[in-house]
């Protein structure tokens, strides 16, 4: 082991700026004149909002995107100035702060129009939203019924000087190729009907990283980005990273923090869900579910250590868990990499989604705050 691979903490989340970067611009030049948005929210899917937004930033995207308003104001304190939009509020949603710096709201309700109205009112300046229309994701976005009423109060309140119709948008269900068209063609009617209220959005957009890469009817003027920028495909069909020319931004890794060898009939961690079968050496690894390694993944996910693949045993638990090494030589403080990018030889966080039951979007986002991020490749 080299003196720099032993100074590395005991566990910790490398981010590699240079590969959001790279997804990034890699994304925009398949889905060109089409914008692009980055999606950052949930701390940009655990990887950290602020060096995150700046490394997309620097791509060229040209929108970053967050679900709460709070994520958003948070990017504007670290002095990040392009253009935002924020989509799931409070039910008494402070729209002040927001209209007041330069965020944009989506808006899925007469309600949230009427209060957005309101606060520019009385902040004295409009403000700038994105409608949104629920054309089948049956979560938030208006509901078609009340489309053509809500599309011509956000036309009135916009000839009396209160907002901007920016945006309109929806969401996909990513559910099959027959119910994205269905999507697709009842955003176009909403688009009509929106046109014929005299809204004239400057961006419509509906996709997201799945339909960006592979439905380009749905990109219109703007696709937002999350996952792929992340280098975590969206897909559940066994499609890799390298597949889609992507790679994952996030290394999971830690360092063995303890080697023990154990008797056949020997049991292992809480329950003694597992008995060695022979004897065989056992390596700790330093990380569990408080850091967001999913203990559904018990007796299944993999690590990468000593340059092979070995299994956990036994339960994981909150702080460590148990790898198989058998008969191979390792060492307290030898690296393991829990996930990264799979050309190394590390599995993914798709793999470690598939030994836990859920998708690598989950792997990656719920990361805890115990586990300290590190980055590469700069801004
Ligand atoms: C999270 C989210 C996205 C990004 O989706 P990915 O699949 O991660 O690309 C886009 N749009 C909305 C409305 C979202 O909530």
């Known amino acids: 082991m080299t003196d720099a691979a032993s100074r590395r903490p005991f566990r910790e989340a490398v981010v590699d700026l240079g590969a959001v970067r790279a997804n990034l611009a890699s994304i925009a030049e398949r889905v060109r004149p089409a914008q692009v948005m980055a999606v950052v929210k949930a701390d940009a899917y655990g990887h950290g909002a602020v060096p995150v937004a700046r490394a997309a930033v620097a791509a060229g995207a040209d929108w970053l995107g967050t679900a709460d308003l ?10 990040i100035d392009v253009p935002l939009l924020a989509w799931l509020h409070d039910p008494e949603p402070d729209f002040a702060g927001p209209v007041e710096r330069d965020i944009d709201l989506g808006i899925s309700s007469a309600d949230q129009l009427r209060r957005a109205a309101e606060t ?9 939203v994105h409608l949104k229309i629920d054309t089948g994701l049956s979560r938030n976005g208006v509901p078609p019924e009340d489309w053509d009423a809500s599309a011509a109060l956000a036309a009135e309140l916009e000839a ?12 996909l269900a990513n559910t099959s190729a027959e119910e994205d068209a269905a999507q697709l063609a009842a955003f176009e009617r909403a688009l009509t009907a929106a046109e014929l209220a005299g809204l004239a959005p400057e961006v419509r957009h509906i996709a997201s990283t799945a339909a960006a890469l592979r439905l380009p009817a749905a990109r219109y003027d703007l696709v937002r980005i999350g996952i792929g920028g992340y280098g975590v495909p969206p897909y559940s069909d066994g499609t890799t990273a390298a597949d889609l020319g992507l790679r994952p931004a996030m290394t999971l890794r830690g360092r063995v923090a303890a080697v023990r060898r154990i008797d056949a009939g020997t049991g292992v961690s809480y329950g003694h869900a597992w008995r060695a ?12 579910y408080g850091d967001g390694v999913p203990r559904q993944a018990s007796g299944r996910g993999e690590v990468l250590l000593r340059g092979r693949r070995r299994r956990v045993v036994g339960r994981i638990a909150m ?34 989604g598939d030994a836990a039951g859920t998708i690598g979007y989950e792997i990656v986002t719920r990361i805890g705050p115990r586990v300290p991020r590190t980055y590469v490749g700069g801004v």
Request: avoid cysteine.
């Open 70 to 79: 709070g994520e958003a104001l948070a990017l504007r304190d670290a002095g």
């Open 120 to 128: 520019a009112d009385r902040v004295g300046r409009p403000a700038s």
């Open 160 to 171: 009396r000087g209160l907002l901007r119709v920016r945006g309109v948008f929806s969401h």
């Open 277 to 288: 079968e022979r004897p065989t050496t056992l390596a700790l690894i330093p990380l569990g």
């Open 319 to 352: 702080d460590q868990f148990l790898v198989d090494v058998g008969d191979d030589q390792v060492a307290v403080g030898d690296e393991v990499v829990l996930f990264g990018d799979p050309a190394t030889g590390a599995p993914s966080a798709d793999d470690w």
